[in-house]
């Protein structure tokens, strides 16, 4: 079945650590993004890339950091400059453009939900 | 700035007590309006895409609606496992792949 897989599903921080969350798709979307999701709060775009070796910052880039080496990965580094690492992140991929040049929906990961120790 | 308010932000239903859940919203040049359901712990499932005023979609029990300013979500005889948060996003034409922005979602229980 094709779909996005991130791993692990729950994570643990220790002060000054930096972890990193991973997410893969087997959908061969062309894009993939990271958002946040805290509790009352709608998702918050971290980082996006359309392409293989490119990405752009989102609205809370701040503190976190990616790579796009596949096109198939796209892995999310919160660093220890992000001092409310405590959420809910979420990973998710689209094509572009559809045949009809429509809009395509993001589909989306089944989250890692990460805390501090 | 694109926003989006969702409303209700939590609502209960009996089941089959049909209800609607609201999507305002602005945008500069609406590309796509977006339905999402999310269950606890899970990625957000999609369920629709509305693009122009007028236009309607359904699944199941489920109807969206969209106007120039809003999007309903409409639940017909609603069952215990539509009970979920369900989330409204839309894209502006200022938009790249980037710009989806989303509400904060109402969270639906429907009681058996």
């Known amino acids: 079945d094709g779909g996005i897989t991130q791993s692990p599903k729950y994570l643990f921080r220790k002060e000054g650590q930096n972890v990193t969350l991973s997410c893969e798709q087997n959908l061969n979307h062309d894009a993939m993004y990271w958002y946040r999701q805290d509790p009352g709060q709608g998702l918050r775009l971290i980082y996006y890339?359309?392409?293989?070796?490119?990405?752009q910052k989102g609205d809370i880039a701040e503190g976190y950091s990616v790579s796009r080496e596949k096109k198939e990965s796209f892995p999310l580094t919160v660093t220890s400059a992000q001092k409310n690492p405590t959420a809910f992140y979420l990973c998710?991929?689209?094509?572009?453009?559809?045949?009809?040049?429509?809009?395509?929906?993001?589909?989306f990961g089944d989250g890692t939900r990460l805390s501090i120790l | 700035e694109d926003q989006v308010t969702q409303s209700p932000e939590a609502l209960r239903l009996q089941e089959g007590e049909s209800s609607s859940l609201n999507c305002s919203y602005t945008v500069s040049g609406l590309r796509g309006l977006f339905w999402y359901r999310q269950d606890p712990g899970k990625g957000p499932e999609f369920l629709f895409t509305l693009y122009s005023a007028g236009e309607e979609k359904e699944k199941e029990r489920l109807k969206a609606t969209l106007t120039k300013k809003e999007s309903f979500l409409h639940i017909t005889a609603p069952k215990p496992e539509d009970s979920a948060t369900y989330l409204c996003a839309v894209r502006g034409a200022s938009g790249s792949a980037r710009q989806l922005t989303f509400g904060s979602g109402t969270q639906l229980t429907v009681l058996p």
């Open positions: 890339s359309q392409i293989v070796n490119d990405f």
């Open positions: 998710a991929s689209s094509i572009l453009r559809g045949q009809d040049n429509s809009n395509q929906p993001q589909h």
